[in-house]
């Protein structure tokens, strides 16, 4: 699920454009509570984009790459799905986003 940095949950409709290259965000793996880490998105890309055939269309609403902002940077493959819900290595996530900055 995408969330705000007020708290606030916001619906996914409309928010993959809120996701910037370059915008910074945490995201928290529902399985590590509380646990948050820093990311930077580098690049936001469609089904198309990504290679896949438009059935993916049904359940996948746009791809969200990424890195880790730590010593040793990780790449990441975030995937904003129609369900209202996000996975990272087919885990769900939160991602807050600061969508005043």
Avoid: C
Wanted: zero cysteines.
């Amino acid at each position: 699920m995408l969330v705000s940095s007020t708290g606030k949950a916001e619906r996914m409709i409309g928010m993959e454009s809120e996701i910037k290259i370059g915008q910074q965000f945490e995201f928290a793996i529902h399985a590590d509570k509380g646990f948050r880490q820093k990311a930077v998105v580098t690049r936001v890309l469609s089904n198309r984009e990504e290679g896949i055939g438009p059935e993916a269309d049904y359940y996948i609403a746009v791809w969200i790459e990424a890195r880790t902002l730590s010593e040793q940077p990780k790449a990441l493959v975030f995937v904003l799905a129609n369900d209202g819900n996000v996975y990272l290595d087919g885990e769900g996530v939160d991602i807050i986003v600061d969508l005043a900055a």
